[in-house]
């Protein structure tokens, strides 16, 4: 069903009332915030988001990372080479691609990816606090529901 009129209009159009402004503001606080948490383990929130990204399994390849974070090749390339100068992530040949390089987590990253979700948690509950558990639900669906309309549909032939 479609709105009669658009839910945003030109004419009262305000940067400070845009939902994209306020989405990319509180996403810049938690990532700030993260990274202040991250530090004491000197690394930032976007590699900490690959080790627990990794961590999971669901994830093996720079371009999986790059896909999935909305993150340029080239910016995910430098956060790999940074974990792999530190010993956390390894690089390999894929078996089935030489040209594909598969990303595993050496034993301390596996052990700093276990770090993760305390940190990350922790600037959760810290931003979040004055939210009830009933109001997080309910963004996070919203948030899925937003994400899902921006997901292109399948072509058919």
Do not use: W
């Not at 306020?22 to 590699?47: F, N, P």
């Not at 399994?57 to 430098?78: N, Q």
């Not at 109001?135 to 072509?155: D, H, N, Q």
């Amino acid at each position: 069903m479609s709105n009669p009129s658009p839910l945003f209009a030109l004419e009262n159009y305000q940067i400070e009332e845009s939902i994209g402004y306020l989405l990319a503001r509180s996403r810049a606080m938690l990532v700030k915030s993260s990274d202040e948490s991250l530090a004491k383990y000197g690394i930032t929130h976007a590699q900490g988001a690959i080790l627990l990204m990794l961590s999971t399994g669901k994830y093996s390849t720079a371009a999986d990372l790059a896909r999935e974070t909305y993150t340029d090749a080239a910016s995910t390339k430098r956060m790999i080479d940074r974990l792999v100068a530190r010993e956390l992530i390894t690089r390999e040949p894929c078996a089935h691609d030489r040209r594909l390089m598969k990303l595993h987590l050496t034993a301390d990253g596996v052990e700093l990816s276990k770090e993760m979700p305390k940190a990350f948690c922790g600037v959760l509950n810290k931003h979040f606090s004055d939210f009830s558990a009933e109001e997080i639900g309910f963004l996070k669906s919203m948030l899925r529901r937003l994400l899902a309309s921006g997901t292109p549909t399948e072509k058919t032939h």
